[in-house]
Nanobody, 115 residues
Framework: QVQLVESGGGLVQPGESLTLSCAASAISFGIYTMGWYRQATGKQRELVAAISSGGRTNYADFVKGRFTISRDNARNTVYLQMNSLKSEDTAVYYC?????????WGKGTLVTVSS
């Protein structure tokens, strides 16, 4: 059974940094595009960043220059380094794995940015 387990969320102040991790199991991790999505209260889930099996990255405009997605295929893990966090970054962050019609989601980790 495929599992994606996010970790690293928490409460931080505006301007601070946080790194999220997503560990995958029972999946051929290296061939999947991995992504981070987020969903704020009352809003739709939206793409934050994605990284292809070949390492190509894609970012939402609202995080460009602040967030960095990376992957470690040896550890079956994808990361999201988040810098200069803003209050509007507050959301549940979800890990996603996708390849063709195979799409998997983690349960999410809450990031709260507040002073």
């Amino acid at each position: 059974q495929v599992q994606l387990v996010e970790s690293g969320g928490g409460l931080v102040q505006p301007g601070e940094s946080l790194t999220l991790s997503c560990a995958a199991s029972a999946i051929s991790f290296g061939i999947y595009t991995m992504g981070w999505y987020r969903q704020a209260t009352g809003k739709q889930r939206e793409l934050v960043a994605a990284i292809s099996s070949g390492g190509r990255t894609n970012y939402a405009d609202f995080v460009k220059g602040r967030f960095t997605i990376s992957r470690d295929n040896a550890r079956n893990t994808v990361y999201l380094q988040m810098n200069s966090l803003k209050s509007e970054d507050t959301a549940v962050y979800y890990c996603n794995a996708g390849r063709s019609s195979n799409i998997y989601w983690g349960k999410g980790t809450l990031v709260t940015v507040s002073s």
